[in-house]
């Protein structure tokens, strides 16, 4: 009797707790929403669900909303108009609905309800609703599911930060026009909502530009035979007695920009100078290098002469070629222009760069940096582009527009003090969000051993802080080491997970161990219907 009285006393306190579980288990949203107000019962999804709509802004999220009902349950919902139930309603909501981005989505067992001002807004909304069913509607193969219980609930929801990026480096190793689609759409059902597409480096050029055709027909190709070696530290992995190739045409790149629109994703394209530009180089030497320059040098990376000559005429006519074919192919409002790891030993010995430096009065190669970026900030401008930059370029102070963006990656502290000089900022700390370093270090573990391990809770841990200078955090997915796209998928994911939840989730609301049960329970399973090679969790 002792022992049923002491069972007796602990027994409402073990319901609260699991109770409480079994509520966070049925909300496995992946970022944590804002606000969520669990309710009673359930909405059930089937062929007969209607949807209505007051706003064009909802087109983008109903028609993702079908196509994955279409493919993984055999039907579509139909827009009707006199429906009271089994409804689901998009409605435009600017005077309710304050913030970007931000949407209320109330999950009722006669109705759904989306509310938001803008696209974005919906498709979040809609995102959110898709967690909330169960994980095969992210399948990419298997049986039909018609049936979709959702649980009730209120969401009230918006950003942390308007910027919430990914970079994925395509020159160091291509990627098929395939495989970027699908890791756009996987960003996009996290709610991540820029693409930072790393096209030039000097391992290859994978953008098609119509005035410089060399720039793919020897820039884009490497291994024997070709002008461009592969480089030799980090070492680059794989089998180097053959010839690597590939690159996006401009068709390629016009339907992936189109793609990722309608995911509420901008791209920001990077054309890396004017280190980092060997297959450049190499390409169009009599543009871009002094020929009576005896500089001899190596980059970090071990590459040699692979720095764009900026006491050249013709460097800036080509630069221009390139932005303006650039930017009609990307409309988003910025260009990223590198500006990182410019080789101790470059322009030493260049003739042109000497008479630069006398023309414009010039005391210091940082100086000379300085004039290279502060044309190419005017070029980008002529062509209606904002700039962002690593953080290598705001060492010299240079005249660059207010707008201009500065990404720090060297250390949490770097931007930070990029923020108190009052300048637009984008954390991207490698210690915290570069995704090509491994997650612990081990000999079987795939990814770079240059920086600290990398693990999805040291991930998770960033805080990035407040400022209105900090426009967003953003992770670098580096591509020496991936070998093919199963590498590329275990060295993103769980990463990005917990990068998106760092994104978007207000810090006071963000708890690793609550993270984790989501993860682990419908967080990963999306991951497995989708093929997603990700790292399991130890």
């Known amino acids: 009797m002792k022992y049923i009285r002491q069972l007796l006393r602990f027994l409402p306190l073990w319901l609260l707790l699991t109770g409480a579980l079994f509520a966070e288990t049925k909300y496995d949203i992946i970022p944590k929403p804002q606000k969520l107000f669990p309710g ?19 087109h983008s999220a109903v028609a993702y909303l079908q196509n994955h009902l279409e493919y993984n349950a055999g039907y579509g ?45 919906f498709f979040y909304a809609v995102i959110s609703l898709m967690q909330l069913m169960e994980p095969a509607i992210w ?4 049986t039909k599911h018609t049936r979709w219980h959702i649980p009730s609930c209120t969401i009230e929801d918006y950003p942390r930060y308007h910027w919430r990026g990914m970079m994925l480096d395509v020159s160091r190793n291509f990627f098929s026009k395939t495989y970027v689609k699908k890791f756009i759409d996987r960003m996009a059902q996290y709610k991540l909502n820029r693409f930072h597409w790393h096209l030039t480096d000097d391992e290859g050029w994978r953008i098609e530009i119509k005035q410089y055709p060399l720039l793919t027909r020897i820039g884009a190709r490497r291994g024997p035979g070709t002008k461009l070696p592969f480089s030799t530290f980090p070492a680059m992995r794989g089998p180097k007695n053959r010839v690597q190739s590939g690159y996006y045409t401009q068709n390629d790149i016009r339907e992936i920009v189109a793609y990722a629109k309608t995911r509420c994703i901008e791209i920001l394209p990077e054309i890396d100078m004017p280190g980092h530009a060997k297959a450049a180089v190499i390409a169009y030497p009599a543009l871009l290098q002094d020929p009576n320059d005896t500089s001899r040098y190596r980059s970090v990376q071990r590459v040699a002469n692979n720095t764009i000559d900026p006491g050249l005429e013709s460097t800036y006519r080509f630069m221009e070629h390139i932005i303006a074919e650039v930017s009609r192919l990307f409309p988003f409002g910025y260009i990223h222009l590198g500006g990182d790891e410019v080789p101790k030993g470059a322009w030493e010995h ?23 970026f502060s044309r190419m900030d005017s070029i980008a ?20 527009r207010e707008d201009t963006i500065f990404m720090a990656w060297q250390n949490p502290k770097s931007g930070y003090r990029t923020i108190k ?19 612990v270090r081990s000999k079987k573990e795939p990814g770079h051993t240059w920086s600290t391990p990398v693990s999805t809770r040291k991930t998770y841990s960033f805080n ?75």
Request: net charge positive; hydrophobic share 35%; glycine share 6%.
């Open 350 to 372: 260049s003739p042109s760069v000497k008479k630069l430096m006398r023309r414009k009065g010039l005391k210091s190669k940082r100086a000379v940096a300085n004039y290279f």
């Open 381 to 400: 401008a002529q062509y209606g582009k904002k700039i962002v930059v690593w953080q290598e370029v705001l060492k010299g102070k240079p005249n660059l």
């Open 77 to 121: 919902i139909q827009q009707k108009k006199h429906v009271a139930k089994n409804i689901i309603c998009f409605r435009y909501a600017r005077g309710k609905v304050k913030k970007a981005e931000a949407y209320i989505l109330h999950i009722s067992p006669a109705k759904i309800v989306i509310e938001a001002k803008d696209k974005a807004g």
């Open 464 to 538: 990035p802080g407040t400022s209105r200078y900090l426009k967003g955090v953003h992770a670098c997915l580096w591509s020496e080491t991936l070998l093919n796209k199963q590498i590329a998928d275990y060295l993103a994911w769980p990463r990005t997970l917990a990068l998106s939840e760092v994104a978007w989730t207000a810090q006071k609301h963000r708890n690793w161990h609550n993270f984790k049960r989501r993860m682990q329970g419908k967080g990963l399973e999306r991951l497995q219907v989708q093929g997603i090679h990700y790292r399991p969790m130890r």
């Open 421 to 439: 000089q009052h300048r637009n900022t984008l954390m991207a700390p490698v210690q915290y969000l570069y995704f090509d370093q491994q997650y």
């Open 139 to 142: 399948q990419t193969a298997g």
């Open 40 to 58: 009673k019962g359930v909405f059930l999804l089937d062929k007969n669900t209607a949807y209505q709509t007051d706003t064009p802004l909802s």
